[in-house]
């Protein structure tokens, strides 16, 4: 299973550094379980501090927005070969708050996912729908709009880096923050539907598939047995290092 710990802009600078290096052979210890792999978003100003800390460990790094340009006069904006530089391997793109406060488009998220695949990161493509509209129909058109030109730069890119692992991360507005979740037989429709509609359109992809939006150490173990299901993006409680430790573990020990 993978789990990915969003910190977004949570804590400070100090408290950024703190968190990850006063638990770093815990989470080393959690990045060695069987079948586990752990990666941290970390804000971009303390990413290469901690990836030169946690050098010799199993953690991976994520970036969690990159720019859509490869390089020029694009002021405050971050390029996949500098997020690359300071240690990540994977970056996430399209996530609701960047749709919804920094008004990025399907188009706009194509061009990141694009950036990212020139220099061979490895995208975390967040998709979801921006309100609930109540019928899973509705849901899985608007799934298929975020996805349909995303998958046809995936198809393109799969024949440059076969090896490359990409992850597409459910995470409906409604469930991010809010301490809602959606329900086992609906995750497993969507997912369902994910993979059928990433098989007809880039078949030979290595996508793994995440479910994000209030995870918690409770509601996991509603997910234990969920189809489909490779992973979680983790919000609010990845910032508390037991409660993800204990997400971790929850997730995946009998
Ligand atoms: P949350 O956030 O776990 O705090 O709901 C998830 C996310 O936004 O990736």
């Given at each position: 299973?993978?789990?990915?710990?969003?910190?977004?802009?949570?804590?400070?600078?100090?408290?950024?550094?703190?968190?990850?290096?006063?638990n770093?052979?815990?989470?080393?210890?959690?990045?060695?379980?069987?079948?586990?792999?752990?990666?941290?978003?970390?804000?971009?100003?303390?990413?290469?501090?901690?990836?030169?800390?946690?050098?010799?460990?199993?953690?991976?790094?994520?970036?969690?927005?990159?720019?859509?340009?490869i390089?020029g006069a694009?002021?405050?904006?971050?390029?996949?070969?500098?997020?690359?530089?300071?240690?990540?391997?994977?970056?996430?793109?399209?996530?609701?708050?960047?749709?919804?406060?920094?008004?990025?488009?399907?188009?706009?998220i194509s061009?990141?996912?694009?950036?990212?695949?020139?220099?061979?990161?490895?995208?975390i493509i967040?998709?979801?729908?921006?309100?609930?509209?109540?019928?899973?129909?509705?849901?899985?058109?608007v799934?298929?709009?975020?996805?349909?030109?995303?998958?046809?730069i995936?198809?393109k890119?799969?024949?440059?880096?076969?090896?490359?692992?990409?992850?597409i991360?459910?995470e409906?507005a409604?469930?991010?923050?809010?301490?809602?979740?959606?329900?086992n037989?609906?995750?497993?429709?969507?997912?369902?539907?994910?993979t059928?509609?990433l098989q007809k359109?880039?078949?030979?992809?290595?996508?793994?598939l995440?479910?994000?939006?209030?995870i918690?150490?409770?509601?996991?173990?509603?997910?234990?047995?969920?189809?489909?299901?490779?992973g979680?993006?983790?919000?609010?409680?990845?910032?508390?290092?037991?409660?993800?430790?204990?997400?971790?573990?929850?997730?995946?020990?009998?």
């Open positions: 299973m993978i789990f990915i710990a969003n910190w977004k802009m949570y804590l400070p600078f100090d408290e950024t550094i703190s968190l990850a290096t006063k770093l052979d815990a989470f080393n210890k959690l990045a060695q379980l069987p079948n586990t792999t752990i990666i941290i978003a970390p804000t971009i100003p303390t990413t290469y501090t901690l990836t030169q800390i946690f050098k010799t460990t199993k953690i991976q790094w994520a970036a969690q927005d990159c720019s859509e340009h390089i694009f002021t405050g904006q971050i390029s996949a070969e500098t997020i690359k530089t300071v240690g990540c391997s994977a970056c996430i793109i399209g996530h609701h708050e960047r749709r919804k406060y920094n008004g990025e488009t399907n188009q706009t061009r990141k996912l694009e950036a990212l695949l020139e220099a061979n990161l490895s995208p967040c998709i979801g729908e921006e309100t609930n509209p109540g019928t899973l129909g509705a849901t899985l058109q799934l298929e709009e975020q996805l349909t030109s995303l998958c046809s995936l198809k890119y799969t024949l440059k880096y076969p090896e490359l692992t990409h992850a991360a459910y409906p409604w469930a991010i923050g809010s301490g809602n979740v959606p329900d037989v609906y995750l497993e429709n969507i997912f369902s539907w994910i059928t509609f359109t880039c078949p030979a992809t290595n996508v793994n995440l479910y994000g939006g209030s918690s150490s409770k509601n996991i173990l509603l997910f234990k047995n969920t189809k489909f299901l490779n979680f993006l983790i919000g609010k409680a990845s910032t508390d290092f037991q409660e993800f430790e204990k997400i971790v573990k929850n997730s995946i020990l009998e």
